[in-house]
């Protein structure tokens, strides 16, 4: 079955980096558009940043755009976000998903969440 495996979260300092990775088996990665999405308490779960399959072609939401980085390797079948510059607003559960539709991002698979907390 399809497995989107997070990695990576975990508590940092406003202004610091993370780098969260997504490890894809059981689907012919490189066919499938990869996105980030993140849910923070209370709220609904919102799009961060998409992939198109080759990596030829990237999307951020406003709220990152120019401070997280997305990027894949295909041959490893892997996905990741660079998150620089990190606010406390950025603290949610961010979630790993795989989209056959492209970069219109109508997910198939999603991750279980890795844990992103900022504090000021």
């Known amino acids: 079955q399809v497995q989107l495996v997070e990695s990576g979260g975990g508590l940092v300092q406003a202004g610091g980096s993370l780098r969260l990775s997504c490890a894809a088996s059981?689907?012919?990665?490189?066919?499938?558009?990869m996105g980030w999405f993140r849910q923070a308490p209370g709220k609904e779960r919102d799009f961060v940043s998409a992939i198109n399959w080759s990596g030829g072609s990237t999307n951020y939401a406003n709220s990152v755009k120019g401070r997280f980085v997305i990027s894949r390797d295909n041959a490893k079948s892997t996905v990741y976000l660079q998150m620089n510059g990190l606010k406390p607003e950025d603290t949610a559960v961010y979630y790993c998903?795989?989209?056959?539709?492209?970069?219109?991002?109508?997910?198939?698979?999603w991750g279980q969440g890795a844990q992103v907390t900022v504090s000021s």
């Open positions: 059981g689907l012919t990665f490189s066919t499938y558009a």
């Open positions: 998903a795989a989209a056959k539709s492209g970069f219109e991002m109508r997910v198939d698979y």
